[in-house]
């Protein structure tokens, strides 16, 4: 039997049927006192005449329930997030398009900070200067040390020098991506994305397998904006879907941090209008935390206690220190140990916070 989850998975899987369409459903519900269950067996008259929906929608819909039956079976993701699921943020129900669902993997104790917006928003440019990579590596490193998760959208550029520098600093990084769980985009972000699901969370709209669209990079703007207390434009140019961030953060009152660019570099242009609109000037990592103060991780880090070094990683583990002593890369690493990357991604983390090891360019490490 289907639980309250299922039946809604069970609709929204629905062909038609998108938020309002839900929401619609949802109201017919809450007017006549049914569950979502109840609405399943009504008769097709009787559910039209409630929705009224044009003919052609109620046929898709009618054929739909005849092919999964009065009884229906179906197969819940474990890692989908639903309304009503305790852990889903409420302000994604405040946006003018909320998800339906949700797919993440990684560490489910990165939830309730996304549900109360304690976490800085990092965007910008895929083609930055080295002022704008350096800054948001910073920014990154500065917030994970101050206790702030970071949540950047993992694309190339300033995306991904924010998250290197939360790893860096062993933070919390939160990856909310434009394609589903099962692509990596672009290609040569698989090592830096299984790090941050292994440190951290990835979050995606999209069901594995789904196709990917070009507007779904845009549309996963909102979801990073909505979990933020604060979002900060290192650098973008006057087309960047960075600007589209700083346009939903407005309209949701969450303060627009941005750092100042070259005037005459093109890649500036965006995040330079920004500042000329009254978004907030970010001369430093400093002057961010200055007026954040201490994130949500930093209580639970003082009040942690030891780690137990007759346990480290580095002694379950022996082969993968040998390799990392000798240089070698996440990839050629996951190679010689033949484990996924995701896998050696949280080894590494684990004897990153132990002190064993400290990263060096290149995604390589070293033995301190």
């Known amino acids: ?42 008769p097709l008259l009787r559910l039209q005449a409630a929705l009224r929906w044009p003919d052609s929608l109620m046929a898709r819909v009618e054929a739909y329930r005849l092919s999964k039956g009065t009884s229906p079976s179906l197969l819940v993701p474990d890692n989908a997030l639903f309304p009503l699921d305790q852990d889903w943020p409420i302000s994604f129900d405040l946006l003018k398009r909320p998800p339906l669902a949700v797919h993440w993997s990684g560490r489910t104790q990165c939830w309730p900070f996304l549900s109360a917006q304690k976490a800085v928003a990092v965007v910008g440019t895929r083609r930055p200067s080295d002022h704008g990579c350096r800054m948001a590596y910073a920014l990154g490193q500065c917030l994970a040390r101050a206790g702030w998760p970071v949540v950047s959208g993992l694309a190339e550029g300033i995306d991904a020098a924010s998250h290197r520098g ?33 440190a951290g969370l990835l979050l995606s709209e999209w069901p594995c397998g789904a196709r990917v669209q070009r507007s779904n990079f845009a549309l996963r703007n909102r979801l ?19 600007l589209l961030s700083a346009q939903i953060a407005r309209t949701q009152n969450c303060p627009v ?19 000329q609109e009254g978004a907030t000037p970010l001369l430093s990592p400093e002057s961010l935390l200055a007026v ?32 990392v002593d000798e240089g070698l890369t996440l990839e050629q690493l996951s190679a010689a140990l033949s484990c996924s990357p995701t896998q050696v991604a949280h080894e590494l983390l684990q004897l990153e916070l132990e002190g064993v090891i400290e990263p060096k360019p290149g995604l390589r490490w070293r033995s301190v």
């Open 166 to 198: 939360c790893l860096a600093a062993g933070g919390l990084p939160v990856g909310i991506l434009g394609t589903p769980l099962d692509r990596v985009y672009p290609p040569e972000h698989e090592a830096l994305q299984a790090q941050v699901e292994a």
């Open 292 to 323: 954040l103060g201490p994130g949500p991780l930093a209580a639970a880090r003082s009040a942690s206690m030891p780690l137990d070094r007759s346990r480290s990683s580095a002694e379950r583990n022996p082969s993968l220190l040998r390799c």
């Open 224 to 242: 990073l904006v909505s979990v933020a207390c604060a979002l900060v434009v290192v650098e973008c140019p006057e087309t960047s879907g960075s």
């Open 257 to 275: 941090w941005v750092v100042p660019g070259d005037a005459l570099r093109w890649s500036c242009e965006g995040s330079n209008a920004l500042l």
């Open 1 to 42: 039997m289907l639980g309250e989850r299922g039946w809604w998975w069970l609709w929204i899987s629905c062909p038609g049927l998108g938020v309002a369409r839900i929401r619609a459903l949802r109201a017919v519900a809450q007017a006549h006192q049914v569950t979502l269950a109840e609405l399943w067996s009504w």
